[in-house]
């Protein structure tokens, strides 16, 4: 599922240094990698020039057209009608007790037994049964959302099952999206079918899509980002217990694990003229990879930036994008992590890692730890 690559960082900083704006030859054409922060940000911030059509090159195949690859008055429009799911007050809404409630049953599980792989006993699992949730899947199905969300991430690797899983979700929704146009409910897949923007409402294959997309981005990243957070922290006890015993500090330490292992690595453009940057040419047509793991650690804007600190503050990292594309989950991954560390801290004593762990962030394009052994004093 993630590639075994334990460590991009001494690459990105040796090519900010020497090579910018690298020309390579990727499969879908040529290709220009950006790794510096002020080059990734100027990319991002016009997408006139930088379009994000490149998005659907290679997983539009799998994910449909979604509104990653959008780009004007058709993202605008596509935006408009889903954003409001996402707002902070719309997350308000006794949802915040419904994620605790996830949290608490996956930790009931492993609470008496004294030890478990964070990863493969709570993080893998938590974020999806939100996003399921949130959808208005049965808790029945959430297991099967969650083989279908990890298939749809490994279609580059595994593409038939990409495409399996893909028809498969397909085929789920379809009875469920009859019944929530004659019978609406107060889920997500009662608004993306109803919601009305200028006179304009989603398809059918619109809804398709947006729930394709929303599985990896909502819960694959959420729980990546819990992974790593909860390694950094780990893997100094004393770091850990800081913000165990200060909860004020979770929100500082959230941001810098974004900043220090953002879990997505790269996003894409494409130019529509010819352009430069760093005094590269780069004709029109062809590929950016955004290097935004190498931005984040980009030693000319975050200082000593291999370090995990938590008194850094990183507001302007770029793990959550920039202007037009900014995460539309921001809200809601941000409040799925406040809560399932919280309620980890509340109800695993003495966490630690386990002894002679084997722990470690990997992965190139998707990183995160895919394994967090540990131990604790059981619960009563």
């Known amino acids: 599922m993630m590639s075994e690559v334990p460590n991009p960082y001494p690459v990105y900083a040796e090519l900010r240094h020497r090579e ?150 397909v085929q789920f929704l379809k009875p469920l999206i009859e019944l929530r146009r004659s019978e609406p409910r107060d889920d997500l897949l009662s608004t993306l079918i109803h919601a009305e923007v200028d006179g304009h409402r989603l398809t059918d294959e619109d809804v398709y899509s947006f729930i394709r997309l929303l599985l990896p981005a909502g819960a694959e990243t959420t729980f990546r980002w819990i992974g790593t957070t909860l390694f950094a922290l780990l893997s100094d006890p004393a770091l850990y217990e800081r913000v165990r015993a200060d909860r004020s500090e979770l929100t500082w330490a959230l941001e810098e694990a974004l900043r220090w292992d953002t879990p997505v690595q790269f996003v894409s453009r494409e130019t529509t003229a010819a352009t430069s940057l760093r005094g590269v040419g780069i004709p029109s047509g062809h590929f950016i990879l955004v290097g935004i793991g190498s931005a984040n650690r980009d030693e000319e804007h975050f200082p ?28 809601l991954a941000r409040l799925e992590a406040t809560i399932g560390i ?39």
């Not at 990727?26 to 940000?41: I, N």
């Not at 006993?121 to 949730?133: E, G, K, L, M, Y």
Request: glycine content about 8%.
């Open 304 to 331: 000593d930036p291999n370090r995990f600190d938590l008194d850094r503050h990183p507001a302007d990292h770029v793990s959550f994008g920039f202007g037009r594309h900014f995460c539309l989950g921001s809200h």
């Open 20 to 169: 910018p704006v690298k020309p390579m030859e990727f499969p879908l054409g040529p290709t220009f990698l950006v790794t510096r922060y002020d080059d990734v940000m100027t990319v991002l911030r016009d997408g006139a020039l930088y379009s994000s059509s490149a998005n659907g090159k290679g997983i539009g195949m799998v994910m449909g057209r979604t509104i990653i690859e959008m780009d004007g008055q058709e993202h605008s429009r596509h935006r408009n009608l889903i954003a409001p799911a996402f707002l902070p007050k719309s997350l308000r809404s006794g949802l915040d007790a419904v994620i605790e409630r996830f949290a608490h049953e996956l930790l009931d599980r492993i609470g008496r037994q004294g030890h478990a792989d964070l990863v493969a006993d709570f993080t893998r699992n938590f974020p999806v049964r939100v996003i399921a949730h949130l959808i208005g899947i049965p808790v029945e199905e959430y297991e099967k959302f969650q083989a279908w969300s990890l298939d749809l991430i490994g279609f580059g690797s595994e593409p038939m099952k990409g495409f399996a899983a893909s028809e498969a979700l």
């Open 342 to 380: 919280t309620a980890i801290f509340d109800r695993l004593p003495d966490l630690r890692l386990a002894p002679q762990h084997d722990a470690g962030i990997v992965g190139l394009a998707f990183r995160s730890p895919d394994r967090l052994p540990v131990s604790f004093s059981r619960a009563a």
